[in-house]
């Protein structure tokens, strides 16, 4: 089911392997309509009658063959059209929380694009509704629990933004955070400072994505005009050495995604991806799965990727990849202590 097959490489070792799949960590960066399968997409379109420019789901698979992030996220809003019903969005969170359960992730915390559903006509109530009561199943199902971020879509403008934080205020308590995707390179973070702003006063967690493809200057105003504790990404930040020792000296943590940065071409291989470097320099990286349905695999799939490119990684960085992902969380102290003990223990029995 995973999909490592971006690089030739040798198999990982299976005492590692099975480290990295069962160490307990959480997942940070992962877009809940990114976790939609053609399978499901096909299920959706026919309950709800929309139709798709493809025949198969064979044949919408074989197009997810990117150039860069446009092209992707073409290929996502339009699968994303199929969504439309309360329970649409029950059922695709709750296939992410399976999956994700089976690779060992304890939290996640979960990005959703409302702009993509309110401006077809789908209620904002629907789209939080049914994460919300995933959220619950999945708690109570799986032992695995989450928190929702509502993130801005940034080719659109900030009027929008406010207007879709307006719309989600009925249901303040239902997520934890805000958010900025989409497309990155000529929407620079500032074009969003007045909502975020609001949205701090409002006490909601603010996290954006920068340095995906644009330049490392956008993870610094991201840091600086929309005060964000964490930036989703951020692997251009190697371009500008001064910003990566104040991210590793301020400990922002940086949710990074290795199999959408190959796939979406931010590097030509894994073997190229600045993540073990910007670990060795101190900086709070985590792992994530991005749009685990069109990138080729969920959370395992990406640390097993990486540490198979990166055969001098191994277990000590296996551990402080999941502490850091841990640490990094929105989640209260002391819950980060007793994940923190049981990471500990995993290891010390591996
Ligand atoms: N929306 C979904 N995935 C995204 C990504 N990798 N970058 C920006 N926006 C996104
Ligand atoms: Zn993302």
Redesign the pocket.
């Known amino acids: 089911m995973t999909d490592r097959a971006l690089d030739p490489l040798d198999p990982l070792d299976p005492d590692l392997a099975r480290l990295l799949r069962t160490m307990p960590k959480a997942e940070l960066h992962v877009?809940i309509?990114?976790t939609l399968e053609p399978e499901l997409i096909f299920e959706l379109a026919q309950r709800n009658g929309v139709a798709l420019p493809y025949p198969s789901v064979e044949s919408l698979r074989a197009a997810y063959a990117f150039t860069d992030?446009q092209s992707?996220?073409d290929l996502?809003y339009a699968g994303a059209s199929v969504l439309l019903a309360e329970s649409d969005f029950f059922d695709m969170a709750m296939a992410y929380y399976r999956r994700a359960a089976a690779d060992g992730v304890v939290h996640a915390e979960l990005?959703f694009?409302p702009q993509t559903h309110t401006d077809r006509g789908v209620p904002m109530a629907a789209v939080i509704g049914g994460l919300w009561r995933a959220r619950a199943e999945a708690e109570r199902t799986l032992g695995i629990t989450s928190e929702l971020i509502l993130?801005f879509?940034?080719h659109l403008s900030e009027a929008a933004a406010f207007e879709t934080l307006e719309a989600a205020m009925p249901f303040r308590d239902r997520f934890v955070g805000v958010g900025l995707?989409?497309?990155?390179r000529g929407h620079p973070p500032e074009k969003f400072a007045r909502v975020f702003a609001r949205a701090g006063e409002l006490g909601l967690h603010r996290v954006a994505?920068a340095g995906?493809?644009g330049p490392a200057e956008y993870v610094r105003t991201a840091l600086d005009l929309l005060h964000v504790e964490r930036i989703?990404?951020g692997v251009r930040a190697v371009d500008d050495q001064a910003l990566v020792e104040r991210l590793a000296r301020e400990r922002i943590p940086l949710t990074v995604?290795p199999l959408?940065n190959v796939k979406?071409c931010v590097y030509g291989s894994m073997a190229e991806h600045a993540l073990p470097a910007l670990l060795a320099r101190g900086v709070c990286v985590t792992v994530n799965s991005?749009?685990p349905a069109?990138f080729g695999g969920y959370l395992y799939a990406n640390y097993e990727a990486l540490f198979a490119a990166h055969p001098a990684m191994g277990v000590r960085e296996a551990r402080r990849l999941a502490a850091n992902s841990l640490e990094a969380s929105f989640v209260g102290a002391g819950r980060k202590a007793v994940w923190l003990g049981r990471l500990e223990e995993v290891f010390a029995g591996g």
Request: glycine fraction near 4%.
């Open positions: 877009h309509e990114g992030l992707f996220l996502y990005f694009d993130c879509l940034r995707d989409s497309s990155e994505h995906e493809e989703d990404h995604c959408s979406l991005d749009d069109y």
